[in-house]
């Protein structure tokens, strides 16, 4: 199972009887799962069964579906339901005598959502209001199966950009390591000139000559960053192999890679090793911005 991206787009066309409809759906990145759902007046019923479909899916992301009523041939479009009319009068009369504001529009009142409705579903019972939400959600459930596939199909070509900055990232570590050596080396060779000019001055004990040189020796030392930059790098890789929903752990992982990298930095003494730790928090901040996208 490849990795998932949460970015996709997808919709899904459907019918009862004489109603046509269209859902348009499509996800960002997001911390968690939020879906937000836009119907015409009267579809309301249906958002609590659309969100279970969602969750039945989606993991994680921002995920906006769209219900869009097309034109009917013949007969009204339109029509007034008297119930929603008469409670939005109502409404405006309470204010007006509340507030002592200006008496409600014409043009306002019709304006209230559910006030103006699709002809034939003012006309449906509660049995056919029903089916035709069935038929709905049926559709809508075709269109979160588009999603998943369209994202997916974009989660497998994040998992090749991925695996190519986690390719550099080993690289870089493995050479990290060797100029460290050679950081030592050059360490060593460097205190111990150091010590023979002051020994020879005389101007400092022995002892505390070894004890500073051993101190430097220890904050020059970058062995512990590096095994931790390279458990790091195989932690990745298990990860994008799983198949799990592993977004939340890369990024956490990146922050990772990237707090070992500043150390490496901040520990060197030496140019070509600083500029492989300067490459390294490049490599993280690429890995880590695909990481985002992933579910």
Known sequence: MSLVSMTGFAEAHGAFEALRWRWEVKSVNGRGLDMRLRTPPGFESIEPAARLLAGERFRRGNIQATLTLEPQEGGKALRVDPAAL?????????????????????DGILGLKG??????????????????????????????????????????????????????????????????????????????????????AGSVSEERLAQEAALLAIRADVREELDRLTAHVHEAKALMASGDAVGRKLDFLAQEFNREANTLCSKSSDIALTRLGLALKHAIDQFREQALNIE
């Open 86 to 106: 008469a409670a939005a009068v109502r409404l405006a009369k309470e204010i007006e005598n509340d507030s002592g504001l200006a008496p409600a529009r014409a």
């Open 115 to 200: 006030v103006i409705v699709p002809d034939d579903m003012a006309e449906l019972d509660q049995a056919e209001r029903a089916a035709r939400d069935a038929a709905i959600l049926e559709s809508l459930a075709a269109a979160f199966d588009n999603l998943a596939r369209a994202r997916r199909t974009e989660g497998a070509k994040l998992a090749v950009v991925l695996q190519n900055h986690m390719g550099e990232i080993e690289r870089l570590t493995r050479e990290a390591a060797k100029s460290a050596g050679a950081q030592l080396s050059n360490l060593r060779d460097r205190i111990a000139a150091q010590l023979g000019e002051l020994m020879a």
